[in-house]
C-alpha cells in the first residue's frame, strides 16, 4: 500500500500528530510520499524515513497511490484537488484548521483513520467538481474547482451587470458586486454566506447565487448541473475577477467564459460515523437552540 501526504505547511507545536502518523503507517510497512515542502521542514527521525520519499506535485503521482493525506484545513482539501486532479486517488483530510467541514477527521483521530484505511472502512464520498472554459487560457493546467466559480468586480470598482445563460438562453442581468456558482460541496461555504441554500452533496445541482445584488427580489437559483452557464460581463472599468475556490485571476471584460460540470470527480474519504448531516449539525451548529 502506498499513500501521499500533503500540507501548505504546518506550525511547530502540529509536527507530533504529523510524527504519531508517520509512526502509524510505518508500523504496517506503507510507503508514504510526503510533499516535499513539508519532507523538508521537520527533522524526522530517521527510522521514520525508512519507506517515505519526497514528492513535488501531479506528476509524481500514479494509480499506485491509495491514498491521499492532507494536513490542513478546508483550504488544504481544495489544493489537494488540484493535485490529484483526474486521478480518482481517494482524498483523506486530516483537520488542522479551524472549521474542518470538509477535512473533518481531527488530529486526535489519526489512529483510526489509518487503520480505516488498512481496512477499507471508510465511506467514499464522491464530489463533483465545476469546469471553466474561456476564451483565453486560465488557471493553468486545473480549471475547475471543488467548491465553486466565482465573479467580482475589482477592488472599489462601482457595481458590474453579469448577463447569465443558461443553454444559451437569457436568465438574468445580475447587478451586483459578483456572481457564485457552487457545486453541492460549496453550497455551504461562500454562497450559503450570501445567503444561498444548502443542497445535499449527491443532488447533482449547481446554485447561482448573486454577491451583494442590488435589485433585493433577485435570490439564489438551482439549476441541474448538466446545464451549461455562460456569462457577459458590463463594466465601467476593464477588467474583473474570475476565481476557482481560493484561486484567482484578473482578467478583461471582453472575455468569453461559461462553467459546466466537470468530467471527474473528487473522491473524499470519510470515516463511517461522519456523515453529512452529523457535519451539519456539528460544525454549522444547524437547528440547535441553545435555549433548550
Known amino acids: ?103 473533518n477527521i481531527s488530529r486526535d483521530e489519526v489512529v483510526i483513520a489509518v487503520d480505516a484505511i488498512i481496512n477499507h472502512t ?38 458590474i451587470k453579469i448577463h447569465t445563460y443558461l443553454n444559451g438562453e437569457f436568465l438574468n442581468t445580475f447587478w451586483a458586486d459578483g456572481l457564485i456558482v457552487a457545486t453541492p460541496t460549496g453550497s455551504t461555504g461562500y454562497s450559503m454566506s450570501c445567503t444561498g441554500p444548502i443542497v445535499f452533496p449527491d443532488s447533482k445541482n449547481f446554485v447561482i447565487t448573486p454577491v451583494a445584488p442590488h435589485n433585493l427580489n433577485v435570490r439564489s437559483i438551482v439549476v441541474a448541473d448538466t446545464s451549461i452557464i455562460s456569462f457577459e460581463i458590463e463594466s465601467r472599468v476593464d477588467q474583473f475577477i474570475c476565481a476557482l475556490d481560493a484561486r484567482r485571476e484578473i482578467v478583461d471584460k471582453d472575455i468569453q467564459i461559461a462553467v459546466k460540470k466537470e468530467v471527474f470527480d473528487a473522491n473524499l474519504i470519510k470515516l463511517s460515523e461522519n456523515t453529512f448531516l452529523s457535519t451539519l449539525r456539528e460544525k454549522l451548529i444547524w437547528g440547535m437552540d441553545k435555549r433548550n
Open 1 to 103: 500500500m502506498k499513500v501521499a501526504i500533503y500540507s501548505r505547511g504546518l506550525d511547530q507545536e502540529q509536527e507530533i500528530p504529523l510524527l504519531i502518523l508517520l509512526e502509524e503507517l510505518a508500523k504496517h510497512k506503507i510507503n508514504v510520499l510526503m510533499f516535499r515542502c513539508l519532507f523538508t521542514q521537520y527533522n524526522i527521525p530517521t527510522p521514520l524515513l525508512e519507506n517515505v520519499s519526497p514528492f513535488d506535485g501531479y506528476g509524481d503521482l500514479d494509480n499506485t497511490v491509495d491514498c491521499f493525506i492532507t494536513l490542513g484545513g478546508d483550504g488544504t482539501i481544495l489544493d489537494a484537488t488540484t493535485i490529484v486532479r483526474e486521478k480518482k486517488i481517494p482524498l483523506l483530510g486530516i483537520n488542522f484548521g479551524r472549521l474542518g467541514f470538509l477535512a
Open 122 to 159: 471508510f465511506i467514499s464520498d464522491k464530489r463533483s467538481l465545476i469546469h471553466l472554459d474561456a476564451s483565453i487560457p486560465l488557471f493553468g493546467d486545473s480549471p475547475f474547482a471543488l467548491n465553486e466559480f466565482a465573479i467580482h468586480k475589482r477592488d472599489t470598482a462601482p457595481m
